[in-house]
T-cell receptor, first 115, second 112 residues
Framework: DTGVSQNPRHKITKRGQNVTFRCDPI?????LYWYRQTLGQGPEFLTYFQNEAQLEKSRLLSDRFSAERPKGSFSTLEIQRTEQGDSAMYLC?????????????FGPGTRLTVT | KNEVEQSPQNLTAQEGEFITINCSYS?????LHWLQQHPGGGIVSLFMLSSGKKKHGRLIATINIQEKHSSLHITASHPRDSAVYICAVRSGSGGSNYKLTFGKGTLLTVNP
């Protein structure tokens, strides 16, 4: 399968624990995006990478959140000291870049439940 | 008020019916996307358009830039079309035109 993959697909954690999610974009896509989707809502933008550079970070991303994309390939999203309000679907997308309106391809998401 | 509003929020149809889902937005955009999300999370891009009309199989998407409105139509609906349909707009210019703002989605259920 050559689509965007995310791991794990589901994560249940206790409040206060740290969690890390991984996203593997489509090969040679140099743009990568993280979104968060809560129940009944559309996705909300979290952050954006162009290759390894994190070019934008939403105000939704508190200091407990950090994202990296070493070497411009896979990306990780870490949440420290999780809170119940962090429970959501975390979606990753990638796009090839290089054209004005390049299409974003979404992964299956990681569903986080904080108990 | 959300920048992207969809209607209806929920839609139930009988197999074979013609479906219309509407999207209105309040900001200037460079492109509009229609996306499909099945239970479990996966999102698939259906259309990206900046003017006029696009057709793919039984799906048709239209956009009216002046009225800031887009519609997604499904002809001869089928139970496998049951999903959440999400409208998203791309705003910003130049290097920042990647950002998508999403509507809340329309839950479509097509009964056999």
């Amino acid at each position: 399968d050559t689509g965007v993959s995310q791991n794990p697909r589901h994560k249940i954690t206790k409040r206060g624990q740290n969690v890390t999610f991984r996203c593997d974009p489509i090969s040679e896509h140099n743009r990568l995006y993280w979104y968060r989707q809560t129940l009944g809502q559309g996705p909300e933008f979290l952050t954006y990478f162009q290759n390894e550079a994190q070019l934008e970070k939403s105000r939704l991303l508190s200091d407990r959140f950090s994202a990296e994309r070493p070497k411009g390939s896979f990306s990780t999203l870490e949440i420290q000291r999780t809170e119940q309000g962090d429970s959501a679907m975390y979606l990753c997308a990638s796009s090839p870049g290089g054209v004005q309106f390049d299409e974003q391809y979404f992964g299956p998401g990681t569903r986080l439940t904080v108990t | 008020k959300n920048e992207v509003e969809q209607s209806p929020q929920n839609l139930t149809a009988q197999e074979g019916e013609f479906i219309t889902i509407n999207c209105s937005y309040s900001v200037g955009i460079s492109a509009l996307h229609w996306l499909q999300q099945h239970p479990g999370g996966g999102i698939v891009s259906l259309f990206m358009l900046s003017s006029g009309k696009k057709k793919h199989g039984r799906l048709i998407a239209t956009i009216n830039i002046q009225e800031k409105h887009s519609s997604l139509h499904i002809t001869a609906s089928h139970p496998r079309d049951s999903a959440v349909y999400i409208c998203a707009v791309r705003s910003g210019s130049g290097g920042s035109n990647y950002k998508l703002t999403f509507g809340k989605g329309t839950l479509l259920t097509v009964n056999p």
